[in-house]
């Protein structure tokens, strides 16, 4: 990709960020998305590699615009946040799409690693476009005037929208954090303004990707593809990466802002500062919110690093900031562990719950493995670790068997009282036991005895219902391939129950 085609691209991503304003912020979901997503597949379209799609793509584009209704005549959030994802997904895919690459005749595995690229490409490609619109020599004369500190300043352009959304996301995790923040970013009379730049930035960094690949889909990934130094800009140190300098100022600014969390969390959650003066919320109540956001913020940061790393290769300033973000993100990682197990403490286990926790464990693992691939030089095998560690926490979960453990540790609250502190969920929700399935049966049917009377009949008719429906199963003569160890197990569990 030129400059020439880059001041489009990012004059495109600029645009896009501006409407995104006008439809989304402050606005709820509906009709809005499909507009949006249609807006974007035609964007991406008019800025492809100037070569048509392959005719077996093309349903890439119709699924995104089905897709993209949901919003607009639903409001279940579930539904919405499939749909949602669903448009991303397929979005993402047409920008390969119409930049030249078969997507639909491409194996799994290579879908895959386009995924990745794509998620690479959210966190990089607006950086990518700003180190590479002057390429040509355009800015020079304004480039010459600053000097060395060129690279800075447009390091720090790049860090504004990133520091924005993971600012958001912090702040919408922790009360202490987000009251300082607001307090921090409130200047007289321009608060509106400022909100909706920030918001539209963001909104443009997020749109960048999708179309710099579209644009070219090899361009985003020269500094992967090519570890040779490239002809330096003005300003740029020789022999060094284009976009280097500007990838560290982008995770020194989120050191920062990651170290003032960091502070944060230390005085009031894990030292237990009195809250109810500060941001008028009991410890408990601050405590128990923001470990979904605190999850997110630690993948993304993940992700940043590995497109820092990318673009700026090895480098000694890159290395301590990369280093100083990881302690930062285990330290928010650790605060989203410490909160999701006082919500669970206080409202007992759910199967969305444990996941979040296997994924909390699996980061936790993610984090370590990349202090260490970091430190010695070998990045390259991230993907690798990161493969290998999911294999083990998958394997482990599946063990474990989350249904039957989180019935095992529900029916343990009720049982013992003394696990549920003052203030907690003490009952036992049966509508939610029973649709946990087989697995959690024999735990169920062993302690129904010993349950208070007031659910015990309503778990009664509901396990002699599923025990009819197993019988009803078993005397349609099933094929002895489908032999299941839990569905047998539910079998026996469920014959020892009386029959009124």
Same mark, same amino acid.
């Not at 003066?277 to 690093?305: E, I, P």
């Given at each position: 990709?030129?400059a020439?085609?880059a001041?489009?691209?990012?004059?495109?991503?600029?645009?896009?960020?501006?409407?995104?304003?006008?439809?989304?912020?402050?606005?709820? !979901?509906?009709?809005?998305?499909?507009?949006?997503?249609?807006?974007?597949?035609?964007?991406?379209?008019?800025l492809?590699?100037?070569?048509?799609?392959d005719?077996l793509?093309?349903?890439?584009?119709?699924v995104?615009?089905?897709a993209?209704?949901g919003?607009a !005549?639903?409001?279940?959030?579930?539904v +919405?946040?499939?749909d949602l994802?669903?448009?991303?997904?397929?979005?993402?895919?047409?920008?390969?799409?119409?930049?030249?690459?078969?997507?639909?005749?491409?194996?799994?595995?290579?879908?895959?690693?386009?995924?990745?690229?794509?998620?690479i490409?959210?966190?990089?490609?607006?950086?990518?476009?700003?180190?590479?619109?002057?390429?040509?020599?355009?800015?020079?004369?304004?480039?010459?005037?600053?000097?060395?500190a060129?690279?800075?300043?447009?390091?720090?352009?790049?860090?504004?929208?990133?520091?924005?959304?993971?600012?958001?996301?912090?702040?919408?995790?922790?009360?202490?954090?987000?009251?300082?923040?607001?307090?921090?970013?409130?200047?007289?009379?321009?608060?509106?303004?400022?909100?909706r730049?920030a918001?539209?930035?963001?909104?443009?960094?997020?749109?960048?990707?999708?179309?710099?690949?579209?644009?070219?889909?090899?361009?985003?990934?020269?500094?992967?593809?090519?570890?040779?130094?490239?002809?330096?800009?003005?300003?740029?140190?020789?022999?060094?990466?284009?976009?280097?300098?500007?990838?560290?100022?982008?995770?020194?600014?989120?050191?920062?802002?990651?170290?003032?969390?960091?502070?944060?969390?230390?005085?009031?959650?894990?030292?237990?500062?009195?809250?109810?003066?500060?941001?008028?919320?009991?410890?408990?109540?601050?405590?128990?919110?923001?470990?979904?956001?605190?999850?997110? +913020?630690?993948?993304?940061?993940?992700?940043? !690093?590995?497109?820092?790393?990318?673009?700026?290769?090895?480098?000694?300033?890159?290395?301590?900031?990369?280093l100083?973000?990881?302690?930062?993100?285990?330290?928010? !990682?650790?605060s989203?562990?410490?909160?999701?197990?006082?919500?669970?403490?206080?409202?007992?286990?759910?199967e969305?719950?444990?996941f979040?926790?296997?994924?909390?464990?699996?980061?936790?693992?993610?984090?370590?493995?990349?202090?260490?691939?970091?430190a010695?030089?070998?990045?390259?095998?991230?993907?690798?670790?990161?493969?290998?560690?999911?294999?083990?926490?998958?394997?482990?979960?599946?063990?474990?068997?989350?249904?039957?453990f989180?019935? @095992?540790?529900?029916?343990?609250?009720?049982?013992?009282?003394?696990?549920?502190?003052?203030?907690?969920?003490?009952?036992f929700?049966?509508?939610?036991?029973?649709?946990?399935?087989?697995?959690a +049966?024999?735990?169920l049917?062993?302690?129904?005895?010993?349950?208070?009377?007031?659910?015990?009949?309503?778990?009664?008719?509901?396990?002699? @219902?599923?025990?009819?429906?197993?019988?009803?199963?078993?005397a349609?003569?099933?094929?002895?391939?489908?032999?299941?160890?839990?569905?047998?197990r539910?079998?026996?569990?469920?014959?020892?129950?009386?029959?009124?």
């Open positions: 990709m030129d020439s085609i001041r489009r691209a990012l004059a495109a991503a600029l645009l896009a960020g501006l409407a995104a304003e006008l439809l989304f912020d402050r606005v709820a !979901l509906g009709i809005n998305v499909p507009i949006a997503t249609v807006g974007t597949l035609v964007l991406l379209s008019l492809g590699n100037r070569r048509p799609a005719p793509d093309w349903w890439l584009a119709g995104a615009a089905a993209s209704i919003p !005549l639903r409001t279940d959030p579930s +919405v946040a499939l994802w669903l448009v991303a997904i397929a979005v993402a895919a047409w920008s390969f799409a119409v930049s030249g690459v078969a997507v639909s005749r491409r194996a799994a595995c290579v879908v895959g690693t386009m995924g990745i690229q794509a998620g490409g959210v966190m990089t490609g607006f950086a990518w476009l700003l180190t590479r619109v002057g390429a040509d020599g355009a800015f020079a004369r304004g480039t010459r005037q600053i000097g060395r060129a690279p800075v300043v447009r390091g720090a352009v790049i860090a504004i929208p990133i520091l924005a959304g993971f600012g958001m996301l912090l702040g919408s995790a922790d009360a202490v954090f987000g009251r300082a923040l607001d307090q921090a970013l409130r200047f007289p009379d321009v608060d509106e303004a400022l909100v730049a918001f539209a930035l963001v909104a443009a960094v997020v749109i960048a990707g999708p179309i710099v690949i579209a644009a070219g889909a090899k361009g985003l990934l020269d500094p992967i593809a090519d570890p040779a130094p490239v002809a330096p800009a003005p300003g740029d140190g020789v022999g060094r990466r284009s976009g280097a300098t500007e990838a560290v100022v982008v995770l020194v600014a989120v050191d920062v802002l990651f170290a003032a969390f960091a502070v944060v969390q230390v005085v009031f959650l894990f030292g237990g500062r009195d809250t109810l003066a500060t941001v008028g919320m009991t410890y408990s109540d601050y405590a128990r919110q923001g470990y979904f956001q605190l999850v997110a +913020v630690v993948a993304l940061a993940g992700l940043l !690093l590995i497109g820092a790393h990318e673009i700026a290769g090895r480098r000694r300033d890159l290395l301590w900031a990369g100083a973000l990881l302690v930062l993100t285990g330290v928010i !990682l650790a989203a562990a410490l909160r999701l197990r006082l919500y669970q403490h206080a409202y007992g286990w759910t969305l719950r444990f979040v926790a296997a994924s909390i464990a699996w980061l936790a693992v993610a984090v370590g493995l990349a202090i260490g691939l970091l010695a030089n070998r990045m390259r095998w991230i993907a690798h670790g990161l493969a290998g560690s999911a294999v083990a926490i998958t394997l482990v979960v599946s063990a474990i068997g989350p249904q039957a989180v019935m @095992e540790q529900n029916i343990a609250r009720v049982l013992d009282p003394a696990l549920v502190p003052e203030g907690g969920y003490s009952g929700d049966v509508s939610y036991a029973i649709s946990l399935g087989n697995d +049966v024999p735990q049917v062993a302690a129904i005895s010993a349950l208070p009377a007031s659910v015990r009949d309503d778990a009664l008719v509901a396990l002699r @219902e599923r025990r009819r429906s197993l019988e009803a199963e078993a349609t003569g099933s094929a002895w391939q489908a032999w299941n160890l839990s569905r047998e539910a079998r026996e569990a469920l014959g020892s129950l009386p029959e009124r």
